[in-house]
C-alpha cells in the first residue's frame, strides 16, 4: 500500500509519496498552499497514486501542545478524509524542516520534511 506525506504550512504545502510497498518515503512535490485548490491537487494525487494512507504532520511545541497552525492542520485533515474517503493519521514533525534543509535545497524543502515526517510513520508502523 502507497502511503503520503504531509508537511502542511501556511504558505507551502510538502507532499512525499511511498514505495508501494510501504517501505520508503520519497519527496515529491511542493505545492504553494491556496486552500481548496491545494486540497482538490492532494485529493486527486491521492486517487492517481492510489494512496491508501495519508499522514499529515502534527504541529507541537515542545511541551506537546499544539502550535498555532495545528487548526489549520485538522481542519484540512478533515476535509481530505471527506474527499478522499481513506484513513489520516499524525506523525509527530519535531525539527523536521530543520533536518530537511540539512540534506536538500530550498525548492524542496517541505516535500523533504514531509518525506521525514512519513518515514518516521513507516519506521514506527
Not at 514505495?19 to 491556496?34: H, Q, S, T, W
Not at 495519508?54 to 476535509?79: A, C, H, M
Amino acid at each position: 500500500m502507497k502511503y503520503l506525506g504531509i508537511d502542511y504550512g501556511a504558505k507551502r504545502i510538502g507532499l512525499a509519496v511511498s514505495d508501494a510497498g510501504g517501505r520508503i518515503a520519497f519527496p515529491r512535490k511542493v505545492l504553494a498552499n491556496e486552500g481548496e485548490k491545494s486540497l482538490r491537487y492532494v485529493a486527486l494525487l491521492c486517487e492517481k497514486e492510489a494512496v491508501g494512507e495519508v499522514v499529515f504532520g502534527q504541529s507541537l511545541d515542545y511541551k506537546g501542545r499544539p502550535n498555532p497552525i495545528q487548526t489549520q492542520i485538522e481542519n484540512w485533515k478533515l476535509k481530505l478524509e471527506k474527499l478522499c474517503h481513506i484513513p489520516v493519521y499524525y506523525q509527530q514533525e519535531v525539527l523536521t524542516s530543520f533536518e530537511a534543509a540539512r540534506n536538500t535545497g530550498k525548492e524542496m524543502l517541505d516535500a523533504s520534511a514531509a518525506a521525514l515526517i512519513l518515514q518516521s510513520y513507516l519506521d514506527r508502523i
